[in-house]
T-cell receptor, first 111, second 113 residues
Framework: GESVGLHLPTLSVQEGDNSIINCAYS??????FIWYKQESGKGPQFIID?????DKRQGQRVTVLLNKTVKHLSLQIAATQPGDSAVYFC??????????FGAGTQVVVTP | GAGVSQSPRYKVTKRGQDVALRCDPI?????LYWYRQALGQGPEFLTY????????KSGLPNDRFSAERPEGSISTLTIQRTEQRDSAMYRC???????????FGQGTRLTVV
């Protein structure tokens, strides 16, 4: 759905721990999903994507899980580092549709 | 080009003036998206193109906003009779085709005074 609200949810995680960021998507027709990272003053940066014919995809230190039954997406970051501090957005897309962003989660990595 | 290029990076304009924001996508990318992003919020969809065809313009706030991509490459987002509420970061993104990752430009920071 549309991004709403002025305050981003915040996830505070200790350096070295694993992070899990959750996202609920709205369109049951969406078949392609992307996670983006946005650092202060920069544009969104692609992290990892997943298509609806998969339920899990792994990258370097990141894993995306897709549960189509409950329309839920998650991003797991292993061994979180200070450089992982950013806002994370999930985005969904139906085949011929627009790429729609969620509201975002602020991740703060503490030493 | 190496990445998505947007110009100008910063634009200050007086209320009532028209502005044109340019996006130069990655060479060969079919899909091009325009977003607006307020501080602390996610990118808000405005419009998108596949090649030169505008596939969806449902996010354009009103008829003062328009976009074109006449040759299927460079795109221009035009805002007529700007208002202070139009002040925001305008972001462009492109993707190789309609179902691959979109890459973002640095954005144009528009300030209407």
């Amino acid at each position: 759905g549309e991004s709403v609200g002025l305050h981003l949810p915040t996830l505070s995680v200790q350096e070295g721990d694993n992070s899990i960021i959750n996202c609920a998507y709205s369109n049951s027709a969406s078949d392609y999903f992307i996670w983006y990272k946005q650092e202060s003053g920069k544009g969104p940066q692609f992290i990892i994507d997943i298509r609806s014919n998969m339920d899990k995809r792994q990258g370097q230190r990141v894993t995306v899980l897709l549960n189509k039954t409950v329309k839920h997406l998650s991003l797991q970051i292993a061994a979180t580092q200070p450089g992982d501090s950013a806002v994370y957005f999930c985005a969904e897309k139906a085949s011929w549709g627009k790429l729609q962003f969620g509201a975002g989660t602020q991740v703060v990595v503490t030493p | 080009g190496a990445g998505v290029s947007q110009s100008p990076r910063y634009k200050v304009t007086k209320r009532g003036q028209d502005v044109a924001l340019r996006c130069d996508p990655i060479s060969g990318h079919v899909s091009l998206y325009w977003y607006r992003q307020a501080l602390g919020q996610g990118p808000e969809f405005l419009t998108y193109f596949n090649y030169e065809a505008q596939q969806d313009k449902s996010g354009l706030p009103n008829d003062r906003f328009s976009a074109e991509r006449p040759e299927g490459s460079i795109s221009t987002l035009t805002i007529q009779r700007t208002e202070q509420r139009d002040s925001a970061m305008y972001r462009c993104a492109s993707s190789r085709d309609r179902n691959t990752e979109a890459f973002f430009g640095q954005g144009t920071r528009l300030t209407v005074v």
